[in-house]
């Protein structure tokens, strides 16, 4: 399935429409399978899957980061490179990982950007280049990264960017508690990219992801726009455009389900992965 993505202003009735949110409405949702609050050494046995992806910059030297721009590094397995940003500039590079948890990160380039974070990019990048050692670890089914050097200071730590499971196509099946009858009700989330876009069964839309790294599973859509054709029914483009702006969290139903939560709690989408041909 391919969608051409326009971009027109959201109309201004489908903004202002509010449908009232069941708060009686409750799915059983799924939780981690083990999600100790006792942190955890993780054994790695396959870094390839393990440790491929996004990790967002959590502490720097044992202080929490504050940085104006998102900071992460993704590790790209199959090319042994990585990218990212450190918190003010983009920033990629390679690295090595051999037995025993060895790492080291060269040939680093950045882009040169002025910003005035509270964590300094300079710091950022030498706490990098020192870089020796490495372990994960999970708390409350989250895991972390930790960076060293050869002594075992800790230089870094980094949380597994927790929306990865959202990526790919779904299926619509619920708005506001409502089924939604429409199969071509659809959303494709790229939470690398910090994108969203589908079909509304009347309009194709498309928006950006905030991700706010602070909190577990916190998601927001934004800047959603919709082609603004008219149809014969709009109540669920209404209804899915307004959850969508509700909408602060994600949870897992089961491997092929997920729910939007908003700031209440309250379920207001339940979406169900789909793969498009």
Known sequence: MSLALL????????????????????????????????????????????????????????????????????????????????????????????????ISFNNVITTTGTCHNVTREKDVMKALSEVQRFHVTRKFGMDYLHLTNAKGNPLLVLKRQNLDFLNGAWQVKEVDGKLVSEHNVRLVVDAEMQTIHGNTGCNIINGAIHIDTTKDFAIQFEDIRSTGYPCDNMEVETALLVALEQAESCKRINDNEMALLNGKGTIVVVITRIKLR
Not at 43 to 61: A, K, M
Not at 87 to 93: D, Q, R, S
Request: charged share 25%.
């Open 7 to 102: 971009m027109v202003p959201l109309d201004a009735t489908a903004r202002k429409k509010k449908k009232k949110t069941n708060d009686k409405q409750k799915v059983e949702l799924e939780q981690p399978a083990a999600a100790p609050a006792v942190e955890q050494n993780v054994v790695i046995t396959d870094p390839n899957s393990q440790l491929y992806g996004e990790w967002n910059l959590w502490q720097l030297r044992k202080k929490d980061v504050n940085t104006q721009e998102r900071a992460y590094i993704y590790l790209d397995f199959a090319n042994h490179q990585f990218y990212g940003n450190n918190g003010c500039n983009a920033v990629n590079g390679h690295f090595s990982l051999a037995a025993n948890g060895v």
